[in-house]
């Protein structure tokens, strides 16, 4: 079953096509996480399935309807976003930016109100950022901030969330920490997660769906035991590697093939070229 589709969509920028004629189903109440190489329009997937991007040709699909038809508003209801590159207003506390969250739920006759202040504490404390409510956010330390925007999101109370390369820029502890994050909100809450991430060690561990994408075409996808093999990753990065069991998880885990020894471009013990005269 799902929720969010995109349906045989062109995508492109300023006159430039970046996929053309794809479709991807996001099954329901997966964590989907889309791989690929630096421009093959994963990240341009993913907008259009935000309805940041508006399809050339096609459409994209949730519950079955064209989301550009449907009012903004009961969009936002239903689908969260955490963009690539976030930035808050100067001088805003964590609190406040978390209660941002809210708006989508919010109009002429319903303003602030207790389930708001119920709603944005719990997913504060969801994401560990609590004790921060008072602190400005340009104040904290990356792996906070993005801790503090997934806190936004999950104010915004959507069955479905969108996050846009979200360990970018981070430390590999705070990676796992929001990866860990993500993976406790699936399981736990039910949500429907859908990622872009450029590690596909990450991916393979995290994912319980892989959409792996080359030049805006989608090459495999499906579990990630059942398709991560190292001629997918040939094939999709161009890289030489094995797969082998993550000894923590069992997940695919890939080994990049070792690079091989120097040529030797003198015999040993004579002088180098570069050294004669």
Same mark, same amino acid.
């Given at each position: 079953?799902?929720?969010?589709?995109?349906?045989?969509?062109?995508?492109?920028?300023?006159?430039?096509?970046?996929?053309?004629?794809?479709?991807?189903?996001?099954?329901?109440?997966s964590f989907?996480?889309?791989?690929?190489?630096?421009?093959?329009?994963?990240?341009?997937?993913?907008?259009?399935?935000?309805?940041?991007?508006?399809?050339?040709?096609?459409?994209?699909?949730?519950?079955?309807?064209?989301?550009?038809?449907?009012?903004?508003?009961?969009?936002?209801?239903?689908? #969260?976003?955490?963009?690539?590159?976030?930035?808050?207003p100067d001088?805003?506390?964590?609190?406040?930016?978390? #209660? @941002?969250?809210?708006?989508?739920?919010? #109009?002429?006759?319903?303003? $602030?109100?207790?389930?708001?202040?119920?709603?944005?504490?719990?997913?504060?404390?969801?994401?560990?950022?609590d004790a921060?409510?008072?602190?400005?956010?340009?104040?904290?330390?990356?792996?906070?901030?993005?801790?503090? $925007?997934?806190?936004?999101?999950?104010?915004?109370?959507?069955?479905?969330?969108?996050?846009? &390369?979200?360990?970018?820029?981070?430390?590999?502890?705070?990676?796992?920490?929001?990866?860990?994050?993500?993976?406790?909100?699936?399981?736990?809450?039910?949500?429907?997660?859908?990622?872009?991430?450029?590690?596909?060690?990450?991916?393979?561990?995290?994912?319980?769906?892989?959409?792996?994408?080359?030049?805006?075409?989608?090459?495999?996808? #499906?579990?990630?035991?059942?398709?991560?093999?190292?001629?997918?990753? &040939? @094939?999709?990065?161009?890289? @030489?590697?094995?797969?082998?069991?993550?000894?923590?998880?069992?997940?695919?885990?890939?080994?990049?093939?070792?690079?091989?020894?120097?040529?030797?471009?003198?015999?040993?013990?004579?002088?180098?070229?570069?050294?004669?005269?």
């Amino acid at each position: 079953m799902q929720r969010l589709a995109a349906d045989a969509v062109t995508l492109g920028y300023d006159g430039r096509v970046v996929a053309e004629d794809l479709s991807v189903e996001i099954p329901d109440r997966s964590f989907t996480v889309i791989v690929g190489p630096n421009a093959c329009g994963k990240s341009t997937l993913l907008r259009a399935l935000a309805r940041m991007l508006r399809p050339e040709s096609g459409r994209v699909l949730l519950d079955g309807r064209a989301i550009h038809r449907l009012p903004a508003k009961k969009v936002a209801r239903t689908l #969260g976003l955490l963009p690539q590159s976030s930035v808050a207003p100067d001088g805003i506390t964590v609190a406040d930016l978390v #209660g @941002r969250g809210r708006y989508p739920h919010q #109009g002429l006759l319903r303003q $602030w109100s207790p389930e708001d202040e119920r709603v944005v504490a719990e997913s504060m404390a969801a994401t560990g950022v609590d004790a921060l409510a008072d602190r400005h956010v340009d104040a904290l330390s990356g792996g906070q901030r993005q801790r503090v $925007w997934i806190a936004m999101a999950l104010a915004q109370q959507t069955p479905l969330l969108l996050l846009d &390369e979200p360990t970018t820029y981070l430390d590999i502890q705070h990676q796992i920490d929001v990866l860990d994050l993500c993976a406790d909100l699936h399981e736990t809450q039910g949500r429907t997660l859908v990622a872009v991430l450029h590690d596909l060690n990450h991916a393979a561990r995290y994912a319980t769906h892989l959409v792996a994408m080359r030049d805006g075409r989608v090459i495999a996808e #499906g579990p990630p035991g059942e398709i991560v093999t190292a001629g997918l990753v &040939e @094939r999709v990065f161009g890289l @030489r590697c094995q797969v082998i069991d993550d000894p923590e998880t069992g997940t695919p885990l890939v080994v990049p093939a070792a690079r091989g020894p120097r040529r030797a471009d003198v015999p040993t013990g004579g002088p180098s070229p570069r050294l004669q005269q």
